[in-house]
């Protein structure tokens, strides 16, 4: 303020001085409070992710109500209506047929074109690519019009992965449940539910390193100050090192060892989480984890206590036998209330073995003794390495033996078959487990009036004349009840087999015991040609017998089982083939086997597969081709489905 001069105008600039004075000052404490208020952004909600989670879920019940509803109403017309003439398609293109093509078209893309080294089907892919990009953008994204933005700061974008990485944890839990509420709302069973669990878990691990990363670069001198932050650091550890035992390479080949650091170091990671989550009162999203973890664990040993103590059957032990060529026949009996479902499969334990349970495929449909209540329970397992290799020199002595088995299940929601006008099994090594017992359960449909089938095709292929032997009575024995009415094609492919050796004496090679719990294959490219035709020999098996039930998972050999190239035929007949079971030598040309089918098909098509990878490969490759695409679907070529069992660890 300037003192100068003692006039009225000084005076009067005095005056002046002091307002414009107490104005600038009132300026400068808005522009303060502004500037204040501009650093308060909106903040983060990470709640809005579940909303598009929840979405999704919504969609996918959608849809399984639709494929229900559809299934509901061909099986009453299965029940209720005069079959009709068959037509072949026109070869027209029918704009009616549009909602099939797209069908179709969805199809090719989603589940069977895989991308090469990363193991995924497109759709998998796909979704992991979205599902980490919409994650990250939620991270970096600004949430408001204030300048200057923020979302790009260490403070900001540290928070919001924390934030989001705490919030998906229930969801990566739940994913991972063997009991799973998304199964039954869905129609998708757990073990391909674990494939989303995997994808979850993997963005949180990323949003974690986010989170610890921007931290660092806010402040590096209080990343440890408080105990609560230890606890973070210690968490990211352990998830971080579970991550990488599950990679696919370290995990299939040390299952062992990634089972039980994965429940251990988890366990940590949660309690780390709860911890360093609490004084920031993110600790909503991990209380439901305990609540989720915990419901799981109270149901799956109520249901050990119920089938393996409450309803515990009179002879409660295991029968273990040793049926030749590395095989084991591992039979038991339960009172399962409302039985199982053809196709599904338990976790078995042997106390004696330890603790660990492994997944194996029953084998035989339910059939329960009214007198007992107790049904059989049949696996067919292949002595690989690790506890089946164990269980197999239990039996060395005397070629079988008894011991204590618990059992957990049954699982998995297999895809019902009653629909389907054609319906064609694939099967390779002890893959035939799951397709056996789902063509078993389809003929008794059928004699039930139940389902719409009027074509089956039954191929397995399987190295030597031994491992036929192992179900061949129980084969022969579905054969032989077939209906009159039903065109059945039973064909068994020795793989190991030439003119020249004997299929009885074919030796198996060696496999890492890393895959005693799977039916994945070794890698496709060590059988990249076949060595025998299929042309070399037929031979037609006769039907007469009866027969116990087998079957189960293991893994066998992978990529001997190539699709190769074929021209359409002409289609099956009316007249129904004098039952029996073809058996070839050489491989089945999966691709050929496929088109004839479908195109011969005078309704919707079913496809089962189980087995080594280069079979499931194969089968994905020819339904890819155009004889199964939405082109043909517009001229009048039935639609596909495409159903593949594998226990991926």
């Not at 599902?131 to 974008?157: E, H, Q, R």
């Not at 699709?563 to 359409?568: I, L, V």
């Amino acid at each position: 303020m300037s003192h100068h001069g003692h006039d009225s105008t000084s005076a009067t600039s005095s005056v002046a001085s002091v307002v414009g004075s107490t104005i600038a000052a009132g300026a400068s404490k808005t522009a303060a409070a502004s500037g204040h208020n501009a650093a308060k952004h909106t903040p983060a909600h990470p709640e809005y992710v579940w909303y598009a989670i929840l979405g999704l879920l919504g969609l996918a019940t959608i849809l399984n109500a639709l494929f229900l509803a559809w299934a509901t109403f061909r099986r009453y017309r299965a029940r209720h209506e005069q079959p009709r003439s068959a037509s072949r398609p026109s070869g027209r293109l029918a704009l009616r047929r549009i909602p099939q093509a797209i069908l179709s078209a969805s199809r090719i893309m989603s589940y069977r074109l895989r991308i090469p080294y990363v193991d995924m089907t497109l759709l998998e892919l796909t979704l992991v690519i979205l599902y980490m990009a919409g994650c990250l953008a939620w991270v970096f994204s600004p949430t408001d019009n204030i300048k200057p933005s923020n979302n790009l700061t260490p403070n900001t974008f540290s928070g919001n992965a924390g934030k989001l990485a705490a919030a998906q944890l229930p969801l990566a839990v739940v994913l991972a449940l063997k009991n799973n509420p998304i199964s039954w709302l869905t129609g998708l069973s757990h073990e391909k539910l674990v494939l989303m669990h995997r994808m979850v878990s993997r963005c949180i691990f990323v949003l974690t390193w986010l989170h610890l990363i921007g931290e660092y670069y806010r402040s590096p001198a209080k990343l440890l100050s408080a105990h609560w932050k230890i606890a973070g650091l210690v968490g990211a550890i352990a998830q971080t090192i579970t991550t990488l035992f599950g990679i696919q390479a370290i995990r299939r080949r040390y299952y062992e060892v990634f089972y039980s650091t994965h429940v251990a170091l988890i366990l940590i990671f949660i309690v780390c989480m709860h911890i360093h989550a609490a004084p920031k009162h993110y600790d909503v999203y991990v209380w439901p984890i305990w609540v989720i973890w915990g419901f799981d664990r109270i149901l799956r040993a109520s249901r050990y206590v119920l089938f393996n103590v409450i309803l515990k059957p009179k002879d409660s032990k295991a029968r273990v036998e040793d049926i030749g060529a590395g095989g084991l026949r591992v039979s038991l009996k339960r009172r399962i209330p409302g039985g199982w479902k053809a196709g599904q499969h338990v976790f078995l334990a042997f106390p004696k073995l330890g603790i660990e349970s492994h997944p194996f495929t029953i084998g035989n449909v339910y059939e329960k003794d009214e007198s007992t209540g107790e049904a059989e329970m049949v696996f067919i397992i292949r002595a690989m390495g690790g506890q089946t290799r164990t269980l197999h020199g239990l039996t060395a002595p005397s070629g079988s033996c008894e011991l204590a088995a618990f059992v957990d299940g049954p699982y998995g929601l297999p895809e019902d078959l009653r629909p389907f006008s054609t319906c064609v099994f694939i099967a390779g090594g002890t893959g035939v487990t799951y397709t056996i017992s789902r063509m078993h359960q389809l003929i008794r449909d059928i004699l039930a009036s139940n389902a719409h089938a009027t074509r089956v095709v039954f191929v397995w292929a399987v190295r030597t004349q031994a491992e036929y032997e192992w179900i061949s009575a129980d084969l022969s024995k579905i054969v032989a009840l077939a209906p009159a009415s039903l065109s059945l094609t039973v064909e068994v492919f020795l793989t190991g087999a030439s003119a020249g050796r004997d299929p009885m004496t074919e030796s198996l090679p060696s496999l890492d015991k890393a895959y005693d719990v799977e039916k994945t294959g070794t890698d496709i490219a060590q059988w990249a040609r076949p060595d025998a035709s299929a042309d070399e020999k037929v031979e037609e098996i006769d039907t007469p017998a009866q027969g116990s039930g087998s079957s189960t998972p293991t893994k066998t050999e992978g990529g001997y089982f190539e699709s190769g190239t074929a021209t359409p035929t002409a289609p099956c007949g009316n007249g129904v083939p004098r039952r029996g079971i073809v058996r070839r030598f050489g491989r089945p040309d999966v691709r050929k086997i496929l088109e004839e089918e479908v195109t011969a098909s005078q309704g919707a098509v079913a496809v089962d597969v189980s087995g080594p990878d280069g079979l499931v490969d194969a089968v994905r490759s020819a339904l890819t081709q155009p004889f199964a695409g939405p082109i043909a679907t517009l001229k009048g070529t039935p639609t596909v489905l495409l159903s593949v069992e594998q226990f991926r660890m």
